[in-house]
């Protein structure tokens, strides 16, 4: 009963204060017109300060015309931008009027003129549109300056939701990849994969050690339940990003993480039934991991310069269309200076972002060159006599260098000899000592 009584009660308090606003500004409105402005503003600015946008213009109108309050265009403004923002028609044709004037404490804009004009004109006031008529008379390039300035607010508008749709896509790959790592955290703490530890690698991003990669053996009986068990969880583990892989990563990727998967499936597969050891798994994964990386490379590579190539495109069309634009040689000839300036800082960022590129490639192929030699030592020792090479990593750069050759042996002394011959018929002896 209470309850019912309450509801009622607030009910009815809801349907006396709604008209009770049109009611206040109606009255404002009415002192208004009989002058009482002194009335008028109490009132328009109550209700301007609760968010009203007709009460926004009228006080907006009361600093302009100076009635009751001192007129001041620095005053009005604000509310006339007030009242504009939330789409009141008038207040929109009067912030334009500013604009066209330079009141208000705003720089004369013809161009943010038209604009506001255009939105009052589409709510059905004449008296904008006939003023928009007069500008694109008076202002020869007016017109195309205002067609470049609403594709760059909806270019502007195309990139705010870009940002938004990337910044939802982070957060939700981050929760995801989190996930990943909780699983795979796990997966490295079971006693199972604890078990095989020394035999092989869980974690990509961790070389192999030279123990594993030397191994020669192969998973007894006792070994193949927890490798059974390790391999289909790591493949679960992964397979929870794989939904936001697909959605927004490039096929080409996609497809590359899909076959570096499948091949070492593939050695897992050939591990678990005995046609490898432990080893050739880790040397395998090793191969595939290098394999992979370059080819991401090559990848990143392509697209950096697909999306600077129409970066370029773009740019090149939208400086034709402004140089035809133009109406003067001055305004050409300042169109041209501004499109190799643009091309000039398109330039210095593409080649920023090769340089940055090539050297994290660099560094990655550092450390695969170290890694591939380790192993090439290891499974292929060169005879002790050939020359030996001596391997330096010096501030993330490699440098090979031969090694000396061994000292030539010490020449032998020589001695002289003497030979004596003698002569006995047709016979001649020669004795040398």
């Given amino acids: 009963m209470k309850k019912t009584i309450y509801l009622c009660l607030s009910a009815a308090l809801l349907m006396t204060c ?26 328009y600015k109550k209700l301007g300060d609760e968010g009203e946008a007709a009460a926004q213009y009228q006080l907006g109108h009361l600093y302009e015309s100076g009635r009751y309050v001192s007129q001041s265009f620095d005053n009005a403004e604000p509310w006339y931008r007030k009242s504009a923002m939330q789409g009141y028609a008038k207040a929109q044709a009067n912030l334009a009027w500013l604009y066209v004037n330079g009141k208000g404490g705003l720089a004369k804009d013809v161009l943010q003129a038209v604009l506001w004009y255009e939105k009052a004109a589409a709510q059905g006031d004449s008296e904008a549109q006939e003023r928009i008529d007069n500008l694109y008379n008076f202002y020869p390039d007016l017109r ?65 050690s030279m123990e594993m990669l030397a191994n020669t053996s192969k998973p007894g009986a006792k070994d193949k339940p927890a490798l059974s068990y390790i391999v289909g969880e790591w493949e679960r583990c992964i397979d929870i990003q794989m939904e936001r892989r697909r959605k927004f990563l490039p096929p080409e990727v996609d497809s590359l993480i899909s076959s570096y998967r499948l091949e070492l499936r593939t050695g897992f597969a050939d591990l678990y039934a005995g046609k490898s050891s432990y080893g050739d798994m880790a040397r395998l994964r090793a191969k595939l991991d290098i394999d992979f990386k370059q080819k991401l490379d090559a990848l990143t590579a392509k697209f950096q310069a697909q999306e600077f190539a129409e970066a370029k495109q ?45 050297q ?25 006599q050939q020359q ?15 090694a000396p050759p061994p000292p030539p042996p010490p020449p032998t002394p020589s001695r002289r000899v003497n030979c004596s011959s003698t002569r006995l018929g047709n016979t001649v002896t020669t004795n040398c000592f």
């Fill in 18 to 43: 709604l008209p009770a606003i049109s009611q206040t500004l109606a009255e404002a409105d009415a002192a208004y017109f009989r002058q009482d402005y002194k009335t008028a503003f109490d009132m």
């Fill in 144 to 208: 195309a300056s205002v067609a470049r300035q609403k594709e760059t607010v909806i270019e502007k508008k195309q990139q705010e939701i870009a940002a938004q749709r990337q910044t939802e896509f982070n957060a939700q790959s981050e929760k995801t990849r989190q996930e990943s790592l909780t699983c795979m955290s796990k997966l490295a703490d079971d006693p199972r994969t604890l078990s095989l530890a020394s035999k092989f690698a869980l974690d990509s991003k961790k070389a192999a």
């Fill in 314 to 358: 773009k740019q090149d069309a939208e400086a034709q269309k402004r140089y035809a634009e133009a109406q003067s040689q001055q305004q050409r000839e300042a169109e041209k200076q501004r499109q190799a300036d643009a091309r000039r800082a398109l330039d210095m960022q593409e080649a920023q972002a090769r340089a940055q590129l090539e």
């Fill in 360 to 384: 994290t490639k660099q560094l990655q192929r550092n450390v695969d060159f170290l890694q591939g030699l380790q192993m090439q030592q290891m499974f292929n020792p060169r005879p002790q």
């Fill in 388 to 402: 030996q090479q001596v391997v330096q990593q010096v501030d993330n750069s490699v440098y090979v260098q031969q």
